[in-house]
């Protein structure tokens, strides 16, 4: 039997000689004569056998279980789960669009040049910086890319400088990226209002300081008004500052990192700018660096000569290629079409709402969970469920997990480290009042809900409770008979 709720695989629908279709008798040799023997196997791959109807009706039946935003609200904090427009859609499946190869030379492909050209300029500009490299393939690799110009950078100046300092309220890729980059990482504590400690800055910045990361807006959805002095402490020692742009969706059009003294950030295309992402989705993470920069950043860059566009491999700094051709167009003209579907007024009034709409789901939540940092947030904020483990036994996890059976993706947990049993919550721009009460009711009424019965949630899943570190670490990949 298939339907939605059937946890078989297609392996165990298998019916010996059921097949999709009736191919007619080959009139010409067998194939296998031509090959030696010891290139042919003893017996067939144990592939499924099913009929057409079977087939469809299992995987249309798995794709139902999916949870995405075209199906459910997802207050997935730090990944911007904003609705993802459908015109983007439209753009990017265009034939001439879709099926451009990237080998393409470029006098014939001069569309997509310049809106990549555009995008390098757009995303500049929104930076308050002088340079963009489209070509890292999400916000970890730009991370990379970013530290290996800055490793370029000062090895051209002679300067031997070993260290990366990152605030404890980073995401973990921070410093995975500086660690591959051969840097050594330093952590430098939050402050009871949950923003950087500059007394512990200053304690660790010293003349092997490289690059100090920051993310601003940072992971608990605070704005960190420390930031000219913090730039100005780094530049002092001859230091660069490094943004997470993670966190854009907040002030995309209201202030530029540029202006805030930032040398070098990345994007995440597939989060401000609506790339469709989750489950590992494709992503675009562009850099953008101040001019000193410029020509360490990855080969090829797009420039213009006239009216004509072409791919500049004449880069003799660059630090070479961080992804094959031109990184992920389909998500850079996703971003391009959505950035020029706004406007510069509508991105403003993009970042205005997410803001709005964090704001008045913090001060609907706050008066039954309680918000460690701050009455009011950007984009996002971070609810912490320890009181409530104390108090009622009921943790992070037992609120996620039962939010599932209400229909709602759950939010970040136990992330960022900084606030014990974290539940990081952004609801975007894109979510409407109504949502946004409905699931403040839903969080208020969990609440209530006996511990015990929390424990074992959610009940309406195919599945309850998986193990999770077996599931991450053991997948079955392989069936065995
Ligand atoms: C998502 C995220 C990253 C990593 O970006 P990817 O595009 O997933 O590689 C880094 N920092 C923060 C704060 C993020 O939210």
Request: proline share 7%; glycine share 8%.
């Amino acid at each position: 039997m298939t339907n939605n709720q059937s946890t078989e695989l297609l392996f165990e629908l298998s019916h010996a000689g059921r097949r999709c279709q009736r191919l007619p008798a080959s009139d010409v040799p067998a194939a296998l004569d031509l090959l030696p023997a010891d290139a042919v196997a003893d017996a067939p791959p144990p592939l499924p056998e099913v009929g057409e109807i079977d087939l469809i009706r299992h995987f249309v039946n798995l794709s139902k279980r999916n949870m995405s935003i075209d199906t459910n609200f997802y207050p997935l904090g730090s990944c911007t789960m904003k609705y993802n427009p459908k015109r983007h859609e439209r753009l990017a499946s265009l034939p001439g669009m879709a099926n451009l190869h990237p080998l393409t030379p470029d006098a014939a492909c001069q569309g997509m040049l310049h809106v990549l050209w555009e995008m390098q300029n757009i995303l500049t500009e929104i930076a308050g910086l002088d340079a963009v490299s489209l070509q890292p393939a999400a916000g970890a690799q730009g991370e990379l890319t970013a530290l290996l110009v800055a490793a370029a950078h000062f090895g051209d100046q002679g300067q031997e400088r070993t260290r990366v300092l990152i605030p404890d309220s980073a995401h973990g890729t921070n410093p995975a990226s500086a660690a591959i980059a051969g840097f050594d990482t330093v952590s430098i504590k939050s402050n009871e209002r949950g923003l950087v400690d500059v007394a512990d800055l200053k304690a660790k910045l010293d003349d092997r300081t490289a690059v100090f990361m920051i993310t601003n807006p940072n992971t608990l959805g605070l704005f960190d008004g420390q930031i000219a002095e913090i730039t100005g402490l780094l530049h002092d020692r001859g230091a660069l500052v490094y943004l997470d742009g993670a966190n854009m969706n907040a002030i995309v059009g209201m202030t530029r990192p540029g202006d805030f003294g930032i040398d070098m950030m990345h994007y995440n295309v597939h989060k401000t700018f609506t790339g469709p992402h989750g489950a590992g989705g494709p992503g675009s993470g562009p850099i953008a660096v101040r001019s000193f920069l410029a020509g360490y950043l990855p080969a090829p860059m797009v420039v213009k000569h006239g009216d004509r566009y072409k791919l500049d491999h004449d880069r003799p700094k660059s630090i070479g290629r961080v992804r094959s051709f031109f990184g992920n167009v389909g998500i850079l003209l996703r971003g391009w079409c959505y950035i020029r579907t706004l406007g510069p007024a509508g991105l403003r009034e993009m970042t205005e709402n997410a803001v709005l709409n964090a704001n008045y789901l913090l001060s609907r939540v706050k008066a039954a969970y309680e918000v460690p940092h701050g009455d009011r947030c950007m984009h996002e904020f971070v609810a912490s469920a320890r009181n409530l483990k104390r108090q009622r036994g009921t943790s992070a996890m037992d609120v996620a997990k039962r939010l599932l059976d209400f229909g709602y993706h759950a939010p970040t947990v136990y992330f960022p480290l900084v606030v014990p049993e974290a539940i990081m919550i952004e609801p975007t721009e894109t979510e409407s009042k109504a949502t946004l009460d409905a699931f403040a009711d839903t969080l208020l009424k969990i609440r209530e809900e006996d511990a015990a019965f929390l424990h074992d949630a959610p009940y309406t899943t195919p599945i309850s409770r998986p193990d999770e570190i077996k599931a991450a670490k053991e997948p079955i990949l392989r069936w065995k008979p």
